[in-house]
């Protein structure tokens, strides 16, 4: 089986955000990165899957500058075959365009199936994965917590978690594209070795340019800023019973919530 996964690299949760003068996004100088988690779990199906059905080739796909050849490095290290690198070349990106260059890197690969994270950590916006789905005319179950390949790899049985305790299970005709989550499966570790062999595996390098065709940015984003900084806590002193009496004078008359 030939099996893609996309992989996007995301600014670290601790990295300390700094946004730019014009509002218009934040700085990227500085900032540590990694691979996006849920990514992580989408490598880790892909890699589960391979090794059921016997044998095959995983191949990643990340879009963005130079460094993100990093994650897809830390990809191959876990055991992933190939890297493909879309190099965004200073573009403009949305996620419409983002899931157009996706999608015209993908369609030449010929993938049987396509494992996502079900949204990125940066932006949280979620919608990639199913804009690409609807440009390659794929059908996609975002997100599934169970993957379960036919016997002829032809089709594949998930089960898809759903409000109330419930849950979906579907049939999907191959190829198609799966989100992932926490609970699908447990990442492994990237050996030593599984290091070492990630530095020669092949990373194909793809221009952005080359890939967008007429598509525009029907997104544009605009007056950033941060949170704005939590109040300090107040202590609440004396007996149990003026506590109590105190406490809700301020819950209904500072903070409004009774």
Known sequence: MKIGVLVKQVPDTETKI???P????????GIK????????????EALKTKEKSGGGEVVLI??????VVEALRAGLAMGADRGVHIDEGGMSLDPYVTATLLANAIRPENFDLIFTGKQAIDDDAAQVPQMIAELLDWPQVMVI?????????KSATVHRRIGGGAKEVYE??????????????????????GIMKAKSKPVNLLKA???VGEAKPRITNKNYRLPP??????????????????????????????
Request: overall charge negative; charged content about 35%.
């Open 18 to 20: 700094r946004i730019k």
């Open 22 to 29: 014009d509002g218009s996004g934040i700085e990227t100088d």
């Open 33 to 44: 990165y990694i691979v996006n988690p849920y990514d992580e779990y989408a490598v880790e």
């Open 62 to 67: 990340s879009l963005g500058p130079t460094h």
């Open 145 to 153: 917590e169970k993957f379960d390949l036919s016997g002829d790899k």
């Open 172 to 193: 999907v005709p191959l190829p198609a594209l799966f989100g992932c989550e926490k609970g699908l499966n447990t990442p492994r570790y990237a050996s030593l070795p």
């Open 209 to 211: 340019t080359d890939l």
């Open 229 to 258: 900084e939590r109040k300090p806590g107040r202590m609440l002193k004396g007996e149990p019973e003026q506590m109590v009496k105190e406490l809700v004078k301020l819950l209904r008359e500072e903070a409004r919530v009774i």
